[in-house]
């Protein structure tokens, strides 16, 4: 309230902006849930009172000793989950999805077998559970969203809970999970098309008719006389089974987009739809800063070839490079690449004032980020694309006027002090520094691509002396240190930076103009002149830029 109060006083004497930042609110209950150990109790607690329930419901035998086992299988699981994936450990809504998903899958094992079971119903034979029970949906969605690590951790740890459902551990229930599961995760390795998720529904359709083929789920089938078989019901157990997978996956395809909104994960699915170029800030910048629009698309270029090459997300990086610097749409003609021949906005400005408008577009591309709602982690890598680097040409600059303004000091017999002196810190960016490798990838992609249109006729030579340097100095600045690259990767990144420039500032030979007179033929005794064809002839045009 008081702040309120004393910020309205200073709008009205004009001593403050009516302007605010936009933030992306953030509830401090969920900030401290996410990471409170009770939350992670609370979790697994409810987790083993649903396994209770499943295990105690229905008429089986010893369920006390079924349920005793499950519990040893749950302090197995979290100790897995705890050693070979700690960032998922520490992250409560991880935990909570891993072991929701999970659970969601067991209730609807336990209710399909309940019913085929139960004898109710004439045409839900118990014979027919085994084909319908949804093996491969915890290890598609957790496969998809989470990656394969989390896939096979879920395949696994359902199986073996699955199979003590329903009394003694059923051994073809669990090998068919297991399968179907491990299946599952190995056509999900990277999904980039929603229609690859039915293709891996199909393939794990496939492993659940061969599995049920072996044991017996499917038929009788008499090999020896085939046409004492009853073919239709053999063809119906089979399009079940099939259908099982691409059902099952069908349903993983519909379910991805809210779980990705609740919990705050970003597959390469949704990448893939966000790096769709009519993007208004996209379509803006085409028009009012062609120049950076053009420098986004080279950049997003270096940056996916480079995390390829690591194994990073280069889906993520092409996307967060072309809205990188969203926020020089406030002032595009203070940037180079936006500048026209005839002016330089810079030369009217002292350069403190020139670097405070240059380091202003990482918090207008914020500001216009949160605005259009995107990703966090676009916005993420808006703030961190630059780091706490040095705006070096207008930090220079001041030296340079500082020095002279001393010079003229003495000339002037004027005091030392009336001299204000240059701050380095008032040249820096505000960071954060960055914290994931594709963080860094698009980083150094932008400042090696800014710095590669000041060469003139690139060579191999020049393209690997630039790149070596540019990454020599981001490493002595310390840029990196917050992100877990390490130095055999950035040597990758670096050719792989080198080579993609090289092809993107390759030269083409000279073009001869139309209704040019070809030269005279040469006497074909003497020997031709090899480098007759590489010389740029007198009235030939400029070598195309393209």
Known sequence: MFDLSKRGRLIRRGLASRKTRRRRARSELLRKLEYAPYAKVAIFAIFAGGLAFLVFS????????????????????????????????????????????????????????????????????PEMAGLITPYAFAPLVLSVLLGRQHGLYAAFFVSLWSSMLFGPIDAPLLITSLISGFTAVSLTLQVRRRSKLIRAGFGVGLAIWLLSLTFGLIGPINWFYPTANDWGMIGVQSALAIGNGIITATIVGGALPMLENVFGITTDISWLEASDLNHPLLRRMTIEAPGTYHHSLVVANLAEAAAEAIGANATLCRVCSYFHDVGKLVKPEYFTENMSFERNPHDDLAPSMSALIIIAHVKEGVDLALKHRLNQRIIDIIQEH??????????????????????????????????????????????????????????LADTVESASRSLEKPTPQKIETLVNELLEERISDRQLDDCDLTL?????????????????????????????????????????????????PETAPPVSAA
């Open 386 to 443: 630059h780091g706490t680097s040095l705006v070096r040409y207008f930090y220079q600059r001041a030296l340079q006027q500082h020095e002279d303004a001393r010079a003229g000091g003495k000339i002037m017999k004027l005091r030392e002090d009336d001299i204000p002196d240059v701050h380095e810190e008032s040249f820096r960016y505000s960071g954060p520094k960055p914290q994931t490798k594709e963080s860094a990838i698009v980083s």
């Open 58 to 125: 229905g008429q089986q035998a010893e369920p006390t000793k079924n349920f005793v086992i499950a519990l040893l299988v749950l302090a197995t699981a979290i100790t897995q989950l705890w050693i070979n994936q700690p960032k998922s450990f520490a992250q409560n809504s991880r935990i909570l999805l891993v072991f929701g998903v999970i659970l969601v899958q067991l209730a609807v094992t336990k209710l399909l077998l309940v019913l085929f079971n139960s004898g109710n119903y004439r045409f839900l034979k």
């Open 488 to 536: 055999g990767e950035l040597k990758v990144i670096a050719e792989r930076f080198r080579f993609t420039l090289l092809m993107m500032l390759h030269s083409r030979i000279a073009y001869p103009k139309a209704g040019h007179k070809p030269a005279s033929p040469r006497d074909e005794s003497l020997h031709p002149d090899v480098m007759a064809a590489t010389r740029k």
